[in-house]
């Protein structure tokens, strides 16, 4: 109950319009005092081809000025060290329009949502050729190195964003324009989260975790990957979420040991474990949690023994949150567990053992552990499931980061042929091969969210259920179809910032 309580003390009625404007503009401030004199151009997301197509509003865009709606723009001009103009450019008012795709603030009620002057969007270029004529330095946030394949019959033809072809633009117009892509600088920003932003992000996770608790009872009652991720996502939308936060990954037998696999049609075995990685999306913001559950209701010897040893890892690793730490600790700590337990488990030759990972006179090695572990242990949270956090520019934790910690074992069957074959590789591989076919097909990860505060680390996933007997137990509740709605969770989307 008084977790409760200080969730819904942050969701209170003064956090709403003006206050998060304050904070919105107290972002854009902070920006400013990190970069030159100069013209900052942010750009929103561009309109979807088609308006029966959900649109997102760019993260950044979103973390400066609050507004979702599509082809917008930010121009602040600096000059003597302060920001002296503002400009929002939107699409305006066009009722025949709307009719399709619902309304729209337009010139007049962006600068009452925002606090910003408002323009219309055709009016951009028109500015910034104006300004770039003064020689004027740009800075610009936007989708910039992002590439997408135009074709899959010319897979090597490649398009530019329309913030590429924008900055293209005035380029070829102006060549001695200076262009500066600033979006580390706002990143960097985003990786410390605002009471606001934990509001939204604890909700994403509650949701989440009341999903997980919803699929554990489920398994023994539905027979395939597909009803738990509709189960799922029916359960995020009931309580308010936008949708998921990504593909919803529901992963049994050897799916399980597939990081991203997001097909979801398999039927489960009885001896199959089953990794479910999801997360909802709330008011923009994203949760991420994972668990790992045996389709029989109870963990065999061998899912225990590789269970446990990701559970280790993961305690290991959740020790060195400590305001101050290096972050890196946090992976040594994991990787080390992990590398001995394998070890243990006769899965490696031992925690330093290596294998030739390239072929030559002198084969280049690899840690043997990263035949069952590829990934990393962990990423931030926020706007975008791998959203940036303080840590991975500072290499330091650090009050208002929040982040994932994620490791996992993967035994694929054809593991060990993987390894290139060399006479070493070889002689690894028959001494491994037993223990792989014993734990093959088992994969297990298991993914909880945290933050850093003042007073230490909060664990913030604590809903889902985690440990061995914790699963076991929640999968013996009976499943009779979804829960009975909690009103109070519903309700809070009418008051979230």
Request: glycine content about 6%; some cysteine.
């Amino acid at each position: 109950m008084i977790r409760r309580l200080a969730l819904a003390a942050l969701l209170v009625p003064a956090l709403l319009a003006a206050q998060s404007r304050q904070e919105y503009a107290a972002r854009r401030l902070t920006l400013e005092t990190k970069l030159p004199d100069g013209v900052l151009v942010a750009l929103g997301a561009p309109e979807p081809a088609h308006d029966y197509v959900n649109f997102s509003q760019a993260a950044s865009f979103y973390w400066l000025t609050g507004f979702r709606e599509p082809d917008a723009a930010l121009v602040m001009v600096k000059r003597g060290g302060q920001v002296i103009s503002s400009t929002m450019f939107v699409n305006p008012l066009q009722p025949t329009r709307e009719v399709w795709t619902g309304h729209r603030a337009g010139v007049e009620g962006v600068q009452e949502m925002t606090g910003i002057r408002g323009r219309a969007s055709s009016e951009l270029w028109k500015m910034l050729d104006s300004m770039a004529k003064r020689g004027l330095p740009f800075q610009m946030v936007g989708a910039f190195g992002t590439r997408e394949v135009e074709d899959d019959s010319a897979p090597t033809r490649i398009s530019r964003t329309a913030d590429e072809q924008l900055a293209d633009r005035l380029r070829r117009r102006h060549p001695s324009l200076e262009i500066t892509i600033v979006n580390d600088a706002v990143e960097q920003l985003r990786g410390t989260k605002s009471a606001a932003e934990m509001a939204n992000i604890r909700q994403a996770i509650e949701i989440t975790a009341l999903a997980h608790r919803e699929a554990m009872s489920a398994v023994q009652a539905v027979r395939n990957e597909f009803e738990l991720q509709a189960l799922i996502e029916y359960t995020f939308r009931r309580y308010g979420a936008d949708r998921p936060a990504f593909s919803t990954i529901v992963g049994s037998g050897p799916n399980a040991t597939t990081l991203h696999y997001t097909t979801n049609d398999r039927f489960f075995e009885v001896n199959d474990m089953i990794v479910m990685d999801i997360g909802a999306s709330y008011r923009g913001y994203a949760a991420d949690i994972t668990r790992s559950v045996p389709a029989s209701g109870r963990f065999s010897p061998s899912q225990r023994d590789i269970y446990q040893l990701v559970r280790d890892a993961q305690s290991a690793a959740e020790r060195q949150i400590r305001v101050g730490a290096p972050s890196r600790l946090m992976n040594d700590s994991a990787e080390a567990v992990l590398a001995r337990g394998l070890a243990r488990l006769r899965l490696i030759d031992s925690p330093g053992a290596t294998y030739d990972c390239s072929t030559g006179a002198t084969p280049r090695q690899c840690p043997q552990f990263r035949l069952f572990y590829m990934h990393g242990l962990g990423h931030g949270i926020g706007l975008e499931v791998h959203d940036p956090d303080q840590y991975t520019y500072t290499a330091t934790l650090a009050p208002g980061s929040v982040f994932t910690l994620e490791p996992g074992i993967y035994v694929r069957e054809r593991v060990l042929e993987e390894m290139p074959r060399t006479p070493r590789n070889q002689e690894i591989a028959a001494r491994l091969r037993p223990a792989v076919q014993y734990y093959r097909n088992i994969g297990i990860r298991i993914e909880d969210d945290y933050a850093v505060t003042a007073q230490g680390m909060v664990w913030l996933s604590r809903g889902a259920p985690r440990e061995i007997a914790e699963i076991e137990a929640q999968m013996k509740v009976p499943f009779t179809g979804p829960s009975p709605r909690d009103r109070e969770l519903v309700d809070r989307y009418r008051t979230a910032p």
